[in-house]
Nanobody, 127 residues
């Protein structure tokens, strides 16, 4: 069992930056693929980024590539999402998700591929 708690969301102007954090507890954090998803009002939950268990590999959806960076610090049981050049279209609730590296992949982009989820943190980008 893994518990995930996101933090770092807030209100920013277009072009600004935020860094989201996801703290994991329960089972060993290392050896878990970690991903970030987001869901805007009235829209489906969509994949944002994911990283392999050791942080050596990353994968991004096209709309955030070159603007967002996912990273992890296994010693702190934490995964981060650095978001730069934010746009109003990035406004959403952002969710941290995890799946074991033994059964998952950092290339997983479907919510159903992830076993554990945080409660979400709101990101609002004003125009």
């Amino acid at each position: 069992q893994v518990q995930l708690v996101e933090s770092g969301g807030g209100l920013v102007q277009a072009g600004g930056s935020l860094r989201l954090s996801c703290l994991a507890s329960g089972r060993t954090f290392s050896r878990y693929v970690m991903g970030w998803f987001r869901q805007a009002p009235g829209k489906e939950r969509e994949f944002v980024a994911a990283t392999s268990w050791n942080g050596g590999s990353t994968y991004y959806t096209d709309s955030v590539k070159d603007r967002f960076t996912i990273s992890r610090d296994n010693a702190k049981n934490t995964v981060y999402l650095q978001m730069n050049s934010l746009k109003p279209g990035d406004t959403a609730v952002y969710y941290c998700a995890a799946t074991t590296a033994y059964s998952g992949s950092y290339r997983n982009t479907r919510p159903v591929d992830y076993d554990y989820w945080g409660q979400g943190t709101q990101v609002t980008v004003s125009s």
